[in-house]
């Protein structure tokens, strides 16, 4: 399954930016399906993005136009660029892998090897 770590968090101000990033190991970033979820306090596990192996991308509603998902090849690292935060994005990023591509990508469920997670909080 490999290994996935987090990083980038930290504390950002409403309208600033982050760039978190996914590192993995045992797992190909440019050839595997990726998934960004996020977890704020007494919430589910919801969907932010995902890269598919083929190359496509998916954002939630709640992230379109302010996310973007890049990678570094040479690195094995996946990024979630986020732009125009809000309040409402404080969360626990996680990213997470799966092998084949589940059409209810959505669904924290369907994706098996997590993690740790980074914490973003957006505040003044």
């Known amino acids: 399954q490999g290994t996935l770590v987090e990083s980038g968090g930290g504390l950002v101000r409403p309208g600033g930016s982050v760039k978190l990033s996914c590192a993995a190991s045992?797992?190909?970033?440019?050839?595997?399906?990726i998934g960004w979820f996020r977890q704020a306090p007494g919430k589910d596990r919801e969907f932010v993005a995902a890269?598919?192996?083929?190359?496509?991308?998916y954002y939630a509603d709640s992230l379109k136009g302010r996310a973007a998902i890049s990678r570094d090849n040479a690195k094995n690292t996946l990024y979630l660029q986020m732009n125009n935060l809000r309040q409402e994005d404080t969360a626990v990023y996680y990213c997470?892998?799966?092998?084949?591509?589940?059409?209810?990508?959505?669904?924290?469920?369907?994706?098996?090897?997590w993690g740790q997670g980074t914490h973003l909080t957006v505040s003044t």
């Open positions: 997470s892998s799966r092998r084949s591509w589940n059409v209810q990508y959505y669904r924290a469920d369907v994706w098996r090897n």
């Open positions: 890269r598919r192996q083929n190359g496509a991308t």
């Open positions: 045992g797992i190909g970033i440019s050839t595997g399906n």
